[in-house]
């Protein structure tokens, strides 16, 4: 399996346990940064449409198989500790932009 990355996301979080357990749960914005090559994918994408914004957790420890005092196993959770990190947010685009690639997104995690 291949897996490109086509752009960053950023997010107000410093450490991961700032972050809300889901997106929807807090109200924090962030900005999906599209490179060049894949822009025209952004078009017609417009404020108030949703997103599945997937991301890789590049510091989450590939170790973990079981959480919360090991009374769950981690594919029960959104942990993004796991052994292959791939996360997925679904977000609310607030402004979208195919010739910049910025996407600014509401209910990031």
């Known amino acids: 399996m291949e897996c490109e990355p086509i752009g960053r996301a950023e997010t107000p979080f410093a450490a ?3 972050a809300p357990r889901q997106g929807f749960l807090g109200d924090a914005t962030g900005t999906v940064h599209v490179d060049d090559p894949y822009r025209d994918g952004l078009t017609g994408l417009a ?3 949703t997103v599945d914004v997937v991301w890789w957790a ?3 420890d590939r170790s973990v198989l079981r959480v919360r005092g090991g009374d769950r196993g981690v ?3 959104r942990s993004p500790s796991r052994p292959n990190p791939v996360c997925v947010t679904t977000c ?3 402004a979208a932009n195919p010739e910049t690639g910025v996407v600014d997104v509401d209910g990031v995690d």
């Open 16 to 18: 991961p346990d700032d």
């Open 47 to 49: 404020a108030g449409h």
């Open 58 to 60: 590049d510091d989450a």
């Open 75 to 77: 594919f029960t959770t």
């Open 92 to 94: 609310e685009v607030l």
